[in-house]
């Protein structure tokens, strides 16, 4: 049975720091695209950044502060937050895709984990 889990989310002050962890376990996903998406209160979840190799993507709102990055030996996805914003509150979810193309669509991803609250106070 796939499982994702989540870690690392918190309360932080708008220019801190936070790295989320997504561990799998169930399957290797070392040739799967994974992504980090989020959904804020009242909106739809939304693309934040993904990758499949040493290749990565990320939201233009993300770019340059956040970095995505995977330890294969771990199985564990992480995304590292830097120079948090009030507007980056949200509930963060990693994401699997059954694909080694990695998309911003939340829709095509085929596991998800359950969530870990970033509140980001200015």
């Known amino acids: 049975q796939v499982q994702l889990v989540e870690s690392g989310g918190g309360l932080v002050q708008a220019g801190g720091s936070l790295r989320l962890s997504c561990a799998a376990s169930?399957?290797?996903?070392?040739?799967?695209?994974m992504g980090w998406f989020r959904q804020a209160p009242g909106k739809e979840r939304e693309f934040v950044s993904a990758?499949?190799?040493?290749?990565?993507y990320y939201a233009d709102s993300v770019k340059g502060r956040f970095t995505i990055y995977r330890d294969n030996a771990k199985n564990t996805l992480y995304l590292q937050m830097n120079s948090l914003k009030s507007e980056d509150t949200a509930v963060y979810y990693c994401a699997v895709r059954n694909s080694i193309i990695p998309v911003s669509t939340p829709g095509e991803y085929d596991y998800w984990g359950q969530g870990t609250q970033v509140t980001v106070s200015s």
């Open positions: 169930g399957r290797t996903f070392s040739r799967n695209a």
């Open positions: 990758m499949i190799g040493t290749s990565t």
